[in-house]
């Protein structure tokens, strides 16, 4: 009886070590139920637990996964080079990876010390802004409304400018062969920029079918 006890207790051990050493492999590649594929390096690796496993992230987003936000671990590197070969082996027309460091914003033309953002900000107050010192050039107040959500906003920090044909967009619709005085150009375009609620400056889809026929034009022609 006793000899059976014992059995029994390094069972459980045993099983216990194995699940403490292996619960997941490492290099597991976990799809979560909304089509991202997150590796090691994405940050909400160990926060996904309903997944599918796959053992490469290129198999992953053959799958029809796709990266998470601003993702950069080195697999993208791997990822994209094999895409890329894949596409000119195929003769298919593909895209370079967006990098938003590529469009230079926010500028200075006129080198009055106020930017893009700065003069927009200006520009779309409903009342004369207020500046953080006495330079005048960042603006620290005003009174904004969100074209969204309608919400109103008096603090220019909690203010993003977003642009109505998102940069990532236009890079994948014939910008990323742009130079990059045109690429600033596109970035700084007062006539495609908003003042918007930063907490939802995230929400790109909703703003590129809002995209109006103008604007999807003059991305085309500047891409002449």
Not at 2 to 8: A, G, L, S, T
Not at 11 to 20: D, R, T
Not at 71 to 87: D, F, S
Not at 152 to 165: C, M, N, P, R, Y
Request: aromatic share 8%.
């Amino acid at each position: 009886m006793e000899r059976n006890h014992i059995k029994v207790k390094h069972f459980l051990l045993l099983s216990l070590a194995l699940c403490l050493v292996s619960p997941v492999n490492a290099d597991t590649i976990k799809k979560s139920r909304s089509g991202i594929c997150h590796d090691t390096y994405s940050h909400y690796y160990s926060r996904t637990k309903n997944y599918t496993p796959f053992d490469s992230l290129q198999k992953c987003l053959d799958s029809g996964g796709r990266l998470p936000k601003n993702y950069g671990g080195p697999g993208i590197k791997q990822t994209v080079a094999n895409a890329t070969l894949e596409a000119k082996v195929d003769n298919r027309a593909f895209s370079t990876l967006y990098d938003r460091s590529n469009w230079p914003h926010w500028a200075d033309y006129d080198r009055d010390c106020q930017d893009t953002r700065a003069e927009l900000l200006i520009e779309q107050s409903e009342v004369t802004v207020s500046f953080t010192n006495s330079k005048r050039c960042t603006v620290k107040t005003g009174r904004w409304t969100d074209p969204f959500s309608a919400q109103i906003f008096t603090k220019a920090s909690d203010l993003d400018i977003d642009h109505i044909v998102p940069l990532a967009w236009a890079h994948g619709h014939g910008g990323q062969d742009w130079p990059t005085s045109r690429k600033e150009e596109f970035a700084n375009d007062i006539d495609n920029l908003l003042v918007v609620d930063d907490g939802l400056n995230s929400q790109k889809k909703v703003r590129k079918a809002q995209m109006t026929g103008y604007h999807q034009t003059t991305l085309i022609a500047a891409s002449m």
